[in-house]
């Protein structure tokens, strides 16, 4: 019989991400699709809020790797405690959240285990009794859909394709052994250097994408530019609805030109083929084109809005829902002054 491991890691406030609750839904549906054991593995610093945040999972056994030496996100000391947490199951079928610190040391614990890995799965179901994923390819313009018999079958599986797992309930974990050496000790985590939340303009779990264009940075009906004018609202717009931020190419482009820029971009922020594909319930472009380029990156965004002067532009062309013909400027100054209202 089957079993799967749900593995995580707890966050520092205690308790488990959005991420991870997302992916022990994917892993619940997989054990009851095949009529198998649900284990959970929990790794950190502190393990007992995670494990009480989901103690009614149903999993027929709750595994920790818990301690200071795990507190932080090192490669040496994860792998470590992933390899010993799905050692300890027995597992199959491995399945856990594709975000950074699981992402980081997945593929290597797969190799520990002399087993398979298939990381940013969209889609996790029984298909003839047998397990099926779903992941994207080619910058997200084809779908496979695929079954492995290899096991153990590591699976991360990305935020925003399934329902955070609700159902908290009092659990003891049982502690699992981990055998690390000094030299997995020997990387030392001193601090955190992160940006303060406003400064933070991707947020990937906002209501909103905003999408900023290099129209922004274009000359405008005066005949003049107005980089600072446009810096300045979109911040605004932002730190109001904490919306998150992206933008097309162009317009991250330009600083490698040495036009006058919106300083606060960077090439992380850009959205399409060769950009990020983000999931986000709603999205507004402004300022943008809508080249296929550019929207083949709005794949997964659910509402669809776009302001343009151009009644022309690629989102009129079926890759809007709303079009706003209208100056970005003159909208953005508007809505923020109704947001300082509100
Ligand atoms: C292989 C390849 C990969 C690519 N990958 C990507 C990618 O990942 N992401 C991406 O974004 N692009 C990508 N591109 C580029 C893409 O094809 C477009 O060139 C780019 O998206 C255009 O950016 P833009 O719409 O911001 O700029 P522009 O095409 O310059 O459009 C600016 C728009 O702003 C409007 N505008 C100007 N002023 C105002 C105003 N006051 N109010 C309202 N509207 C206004 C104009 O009407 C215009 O439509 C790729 C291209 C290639 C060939």
Redesign the pocket.
Known sequence: MEKVLFLAHNEEGGGLSRACLEALSAARDLAQGLGAELAVGLFGGEVSGAAEAIGGCGAACFLAAAGPVFASSRYASDAAACEALCRASGAGLVVAAADSRLSRVLPGVAQRLGGRIDTHLTGLWVKDGSPAAARWFY?QRMVAEFTRSERPWLMSVESGCFEAFDGPGAVEPEPVAVDLSEACKRTEVLGLETPSADEQTIRPDAELLF??????T?K??DGRTHVKEAEGLILDFLNRTKASLG??????DISGEGHEVISYLTHLH???????TPRHPKGL?????????????WRFIGERRA????AG??WAQGKADVLYV??????LARLNELLARA
């Open positions: 910058r999408v900023a264009g290099a129209g922004w274009k405008q009906a933008s097309s190419k162009s317009l991250v850009q959205v399409g083929q060769t950009g990020a472009a402004a300022c943008c084109h809508g080249e296929e380029p550019h929207v083949v990156g302001i343009n002067l151009d532009c690629g209208a100056d970005a400027f003159e909208v």
